[in-house]
């Protein structure tokens, strides 16, 4: 069986879950978005993202998904699908977002999520989203902060010493700073967005947080709350890739934080939190900071 890449792990179902419904139908109004009839999805993967948008545009809309990765480049024929029925169509376009192929003034919409957290140079990809898109178009990016989850209280670390608990933030620290050095992204680069808009000459910078929180609670049965969890399933059970993702983020750094990463248990967190499910055991708040920040141009 071919070995899942990196965006397969993180595909899975939970991104329907991550936006309220009403918040979307409030974002969209104040985006104005049912004025438009052609978007850009810079990397797109599934079009977990743009899916949710396009029911907002005009009907008949034309979505191209665009990826530096084929597979998703490729497109598939059930995404198609559920753009058809939601009254759009889709193309797929394979290029870097650093580097769009597309000629200026292209597209009302262009659009990303969790995307510019794993480009080398965001400003070169929102200038380059700021050329294609038209006068009067709009650029959206939704984009995290990824530090905050190794503070934030759940059932499984709320017992935690002191020394744990910044075990745990140094981890995701070091994790985060590893990624920067090898050229892969910020995972926290949702902190600098707003001000990254403005350097690439966006006006009416507009910036808000989603309001969704997924909580986990016995009995765990809602749909956002299965989906949560199957996501921490593959996460554990693919645990050798993702601890090889982990390793070359640490070695950049020097043999000190490697030696930390090997002898860390915060890469067995995922273990410890199914163990507490299993045992109806675990709950969580739920909460992430996704930063939804638009601009024009
Ligand atoms: C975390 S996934 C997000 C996918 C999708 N936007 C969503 O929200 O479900 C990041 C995606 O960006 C793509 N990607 C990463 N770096 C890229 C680049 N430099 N140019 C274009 N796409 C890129 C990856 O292949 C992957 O599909």
Redesign the pocket.
């Known amino acids: 069986m071919e070995k899942l890449g ?2 397969e792990l ?2 899975s179902d939970y ?1 329907d879950y991550w936006y309220n419904r009403d918040f979307l139908d409030l974002m969209a109004k104040r985006w104005g978005l049912n004025r438009y009839s052609s978007m850009l ?10 899916r949710l948008l396009v029911p907002y545009l005009k009907a008949g809309a034309a979505v191209t998904g ?4 084929i ?2 480049a490729a497109g598939n024929e059930k995404i198609k699908q559920q753009f058809e029925s939601a009254s759009a169509q889709v193309s797929f376009v394979k ?4 580097d769009l192929p597309f000629e200026n003034d292209s597209f009302d919409v262009v659009t ?4 510019l ?4 140079n965001p400003l070169k ?1 929102l200038s380059e989203m700021k050329r294609v898109v038209k006068k009067n178009g709009i650029v959206i990016c ?1 984009e995290p902060n990824n530090l905050a989850g190794a503070v934030i209280k759940d059932s499984a670390s709320k017992n935690d010493s002191l020394e744990e608990k910044l075990e745990n933030l140094k981890y995701a620290l070091l994790w985060e700073q590893g990624k920067i050095n090898l050229k892969e ?1 910020d995972n926290s680069f949702g902190d600098l967005l707003t001000g990254e808009m403005s350097k690439a000459g966006f006006t009416n910078i507009q910036s808000y947080i989603s309001d969704k929180a997924i909580p986990l609670y016995p009995p765990y049965t809602n749909g956002e709350q299965i989906a949560t969890i199957k996501s921490v399933e593959l996460w554990e059970k693919e645990k050798a890739t993702m601890i090889d993702i982990g390793r070359k983020y640490f070695e950049i750094l020097g043999p000190e934080a490697l030696k930390f990463y090997k002898d860390s248990n915060t890469k067995n967190v995922e273990n410890k939190v199914l163990k507490l499910i299993k045992k109806h055991e675990y709950y969580s708040g739920g909460a992430t900071i996704m930063y939804l920040v638009s601009g024009t141009k």
């Open positions: 990196h965006s993180f595909f991104r999805d810079v990397g797109c993967g599934q079009c977990h993202w743009s665009y990826d530096s990765d597979k998703w290029g870097d977002a650093q990303c999520q969790t995307v957290i794993h480009v080398e990809a939704a992204g």
